[in-house]
């Protein structure tokens, strides 16, 4: 029974984390962490911008409380804004990076984004680093390209526990690019 519970509590914080990314598209939103309080739950958002995830005044905030008390039924929800150290090496946002590229720019100028993105990844200090785009990049015909650099683990405990893993898709007219 108390399996359940945990299971319960990670489709939450689940369902939580995807509401809050599709309020915060083009912040450089990351990831959250909640932790549990006396007083209840604190909430804290990883973004690359923190100025943007806050807004005006804390606006963005206030709503996002709102929404956390109502549907998501906390108690009395804190949100705290993290800000990440060094955001080209944190997966989930390289990821959503390379979607809104490809979304503004179009397919055409897919090689240019993976090539320049893998560029600013080994930049930053990442020993290697590997970005995937599937799907219908350059033609009608869906295929993936690869994009890699450096040393990096494909298997072993190091590649299951070490190695930062990020999926994102981007919906172009021509379909949908992951």
Known sequence: MIERQFVNQKIKE????????????????????????????????????????????????????????????MENPQIEIGELGVPMLDANYVADKIASTLVRFGSKRFKSVGYKTLQDILDNGAMGAEIVISGKVPSARARSWRFKAGHLKKSGDISANQVKRAISTANLPSGTVG
């Open 14 to 73: 689940f369902q939580i984390q995807e509401h809050i990314k599709s309020k915060l598209i083009g912040t450089g939103f990351s990831h959250i962490e909640i932790q549990r309080t006396p007083l209840g739950e604190k909430v804290i958002i990883f973004t690359a911008r923190p100025g943007l995830v806050v807004g005006r005044k804390g606006e963005n905030i206030k709503k996002l409380t709102t929404v956390l008390k109502k549907r998501f039924k």
